[in-house]
T-cell receptor, first 115, second 112 residues
Framework: DADVTQTPRNRITKTGKRIMLECSQT?????MYWYRQDPGLGLQLIYY???????NKGEISDGYSVSRQAQAKFSLSLESAIPNQTALYFC??????????????FGPGTRLTVL | KQEVTQIPAALSVPEGENLVLNCSFT??????LQWFRQDPGKGLTSLLL?????REQTSGRLNASLDKSSGRSTLYIAASQPGDSATYLC???????????FGTGTRLQVFP
């Protein structure tokens, strides 16, 4: 079984709809991250969480919100989806900070299309 | 603001060739640098992590080097195989931060 899972894997929605993307991990890591990937732009950090009570904005948090329901679960919400939020979204986890020797482990991604 | 650039954006080589992927970053104050592999429809897989105090890391046919002062890293793939076909991403972690800054990737195709 995958250590980091994301649901749904694919989603098509309409402008203005509220969307929630979910991430679960079985690695027992404290730190979780949400990224989006756009063609030609690499991955950009949306939000990250160092533990259940700690939430931090990343580079491109506008239009997004997150919820850390438990150590193993980190959800990303688009309150009112717009077409330029069409992208591939990745969740990741790490045990300690990436400033140490631990890497981040990524989920398989969610492809979101906003019409 | 840290910027990470990868050249070339795409590369197509015949099986068996040795090849080099390049990554450059604008701020040399990094804590570490990582190389990831991304396969279509899948997430990223970490290949190698180099601490700022290290010069290189090796794993099998992969060797990553780091020249922090010049803001460069290379990923060397020996005896390339079709199974190496994927997008390769490099990412840096800045000092006093837990954030990965990614490059835009090199899309590699190795044909038989």
């Amino acid at each position: 079984d995958a250590d980091v899972t994301q649901t749904p894997r694919n989603r098509i929605t309409k402008t203005g709809k509220r969307i929630m993307l979910e991430c679960s991990q079985t690695k027992g890591h404290d730190r979780m991250y949400w990224y989006r990937q756009d063609p030609g732009l690499g991955l950009q950090l949306i939000y990250y969480s160092f533990d259940v009570k700690d939430i931090n904005k990343g580079e491109i948090s506008d239009g997004y919100s997150v919820s850390r329901q438990a150590q193993a679960k980190f959800s990303l919400s688009l309150e009112s989806a717009i077409p330029n939020q069409t992208a591939l979204y990745f969740c990741a986890t790490s045990d300690t900070g990436t400033g140490g020797t631990d890497t981040q482990y990524f989920g398989p991604g969610t492809r979101l299309t906003v019409l | 603001k840290q910027e990470v650039t990868q050249i070339p954006a795409a590369l197509s080589v015949p099986e068996g060739e040795n090849l080099v992927l390049n990554c450059s970053f604008t701020d040399s104050a990094i804590y570490n640098l990582q190389w990831f592999r991304q396969d279509p429809g899948k997430g990223l897989t970490s290949l190698l992590l180099i601490q700022s105090s290290q010069r290189e890391q090796t794993s099998g046919r992969l060797n990553a080097s780091l020249d922090k002062s010049s803001g460069r890293s290379t990923l060397y793939i020996a005896a390339s195989q079709p199974g190496d076909s994927a997008t390769y991403l490099c990412a840096v972690t800045g000092n006093n931060t837990d954030k990965l800054i990614f490059g835009t990737g090199t899309r590699l195709q190795v044909f038989p």
